[in-house]
């Protein structure tokens, strides 16, 4: 299933410095779409996120960054607070938005639009994931989504030109992998 042209692109977001805009100004664009945190075990993607856009944005790539603390509060900053260490910690240039809900009664419209077009991540290590994350949570009295729920920090949605869901990579897949890149080129050179 994939989402329509316009739904996507037309679905209201805020910048993370608050101004209130939309997806449209990166029509025609491969999207990957993440929701980030700073204080998580997978943070260090954040690196691996800006090196990708680095190499793709000439041909067509924007990474685009979604805040959320859904994850055992792993995003507790203001957005403010949370560009200041992006851009000191891992040097993020690209485009980064205000803090959202990905899970929940509440979860944003933008979000409940990915995971519609795409329910189930790509991932060969996901159930392994799963299994390891869950052990992990249940020491902490808390447990991940069930699918189709975004199951961790650092999901990656990628989305064509055209604004159609194309992949959905699971948390412990990282943005350099050969599947993302593979997966990155191919929506590139449709």
């Not at 447990?143 to 920090?153: A, D, R, Y």
């Amino acid at each position: 299933m994939s989402t329509s042209t316009t739904s996507l692109y037309d679905i209201p977001v805020h910048k993370i410095t608050g101004e209130g805009t939309s997806l449209a100004d990166y029509r025609g664009k491969v999207l990957l779409i993440v929701n980030v945190a700073s204080k998580c075990g997978l943070t260090p993607q954040y690196d691996a996120l800006e090196k990708l856009y680095t190499r793709f944005k000439d041909s067509g790539l924007v990474v685009l960054g979604f805040p959320a603390n859904d994850f055992a509060g792993q995003e507790p900053g203001t957005n403010e607070e949370i560009q200041a260490f992006c851009k000191t910690t891992f040097n993020v240039n690209f485009p980064m938005f205000s803090k959202v809900t990905v899970t929940g009664p509440d979860t944003d419209p933008l979000y409940q639009a990915l995971i519609t077009a795409r329910p189930t991540a790509t991932g060969p290590g996901r159930e392994g994931f799963r299994e390891n994350l869950n052990g992990f949570l249940k020491q902490h009295n808390a447990s991940t989504n069930p699918e189709p729920g975004i199951l961790w920090n650092f999901e990656k949605f990628l989305v064509d030109r055209n604004g159609n869901v194309v992949d959905r990579f699971s948390p412990e897949i990282v943005p350099d992998d050969a599947l993302v890149i593979a997966a990155i080129e191919s929506a590139l050179n449709s």
